[in-house]
């Protein structure tokens, strides 16, 4: 009986561990992150189901992924510090990621994005800034490159083509007009950084 009973408590254990990874990965160091479920795992990449989410965006069109980037996180961050119609302060949430739309000669829309954080996203306040907008992603599927160390223009070309040589060797059909950077950590954060690439299920 006492053995059935250990044996019933670590499996429960273990699930309990399972959701606390699921819901909230020790990357996000206990900020809110989107909410996902990893359906398969392989070495080269995580395939996550994503739940619908809300964010805070602005588009910027640049020849360089890191000047977009610094652009849009000094918009936002003044949108969480108040610059919404409530005049409230917004706590920051995490990642900070990028939507990158390759255009012609060279350069790229950079959709830099803010994740609102769950206390509101049904009632998330509206940027003073008109250059800032509100987006709702939809459940989606999405594959997904990890990696530490500070992003960059480089780094962020070199993980995306990694991992589109793995979605094309797995046979994996994704969204090709676009991809999606994503940072975890602050600037003075310099050991266990975590960073990823998306490419959206098509």
Same mark, same amino acid.
Request: one cysteine or more.
């Given at each position: 009986m ?7 408590l ?11 990874i ?12 989107p909410?996902?479920?990893v359906t ?5 990449? *995580? ?17 360089s992924?890191?000047q977009a980037t ?8 003044d %949108? ?5 119609k409530d ?8 990642? =900070?990621a =990028?939507?990158?739309?390759p255009?012609?000669?060279g ?17 998330t306040s509206i ?8 987006a709702?992603l939809p459940?989606?599927?999405?594959? =997904?490159g ?8 480089k ?10 040589n793995?979605?094309t060797k ?7 007009? %676009?991809?999606?950077?994503?940072? %975890?950590?602050?600037?003075?954060r ?5 960073? *990823? ?6």
């Amino acid at each position: 009986m006492k053995m059935k009973f250990l044996v019933v408590l670590a499996a429960l254990i273990t699930l309990s561990l399972a959701a606390s990874i699921r819901d909230e990965p020790s990357f996000c160091h206990g900020l809110d992150c989107p909410k996902y479920t990893v359906t398969r795992k392989i070495d080269d990449y *995580e395939e996550r189901q994503y739940e619908p989410s809300k964010w805070v965006g602005t588009t910027i069109t640049s020849d360089s992924y890191s000047q977009a980037t610094e652009e849009g996180f000094k918009k936002l961050f003044d %949108y969480i510090e108040g610059a919404n119609k409530d005049g409230i302060k917004i706590p920051m949430a995490s990642p =900070v990621a =990028v939507k990158i739309v390759p255009l012609p000669q060279g350069q790229s829309n950079y959709t830099v994005l803010f994740f609102v954080p769950f206390a509101y996203q049904s009632n998330t306040s509206i940027p003073t800034d008109p250059t800032l907008s509100i987006a709702s992603l939809p459940a989606l599927t999405a594959y =997904v490159g990890q990696f530490g160390g500070y992003m960059s223009d480089k780094v962020e070309q070199e993980e995306t083509t990694k991992l589109k040589n793995a979605m094309t060797k797995y046979g994996v059909q994704f969204v090709q007009q %676009y991809s999606f950077a994503a940072g %975890y950590d602050p600037p003075f954060r310099v050991i266990g950084r975590h960073n *990823e690439v998306w490419l959206i299920g098509a």
